[in-house]
């Protein structure tokens, strides 16, 4: 609808991974999945379910913040120490999120 049109707000979202050569800032939707959009703009992250039921897609936040309530598979612990389903987060925030990070979840 035009009312949400007018009231969505549009958030920078940088991507980086150093090994994977990745330093790349999107436009996200705060209703548009963080993956969905690194998509849409070029940018391949890894992902597998897409439906926040693994970790083929996890990143990590460094700065700022996401929703990221449709996920089911991170526990607490790695919810605070800022872990993040690209595949069911949006931004709340302009943020910056580390990608390629399932291997550091274990």
Not at 69 to 96: E, I, N, R
Request: charged share 25%.
């Amino acid at each position: 609808s035009l009312w949400s049109y007018y009231f969505m707000q549009v958030y920078k979202v940088r991507l980086l991974n150093e090994e994977q050569g990745i330093d790349t800032t999107i436009n996200c939707p705060d209703d548009k999945y963080i993956l969905d959009a690194a998509e849409e703009q070029g940018i391949d992250l890894p992902y597998s379910c897409r439906a926040g039921a693994c970790s083929t897609c996890a990143g990590k936040v460094v700065s700022g913040t996401v929703d990221q309530s449709d996920q089911s598979f991170l526990d607490d612990d790695q919810l605070k120490a800022g872990y993040v389903l690209t595949c069911v987060a949006y931004p709340s925030s302009d943020c910056t999120i580390k990608t390629h990070q399932e291997e550091s979840l274990y």
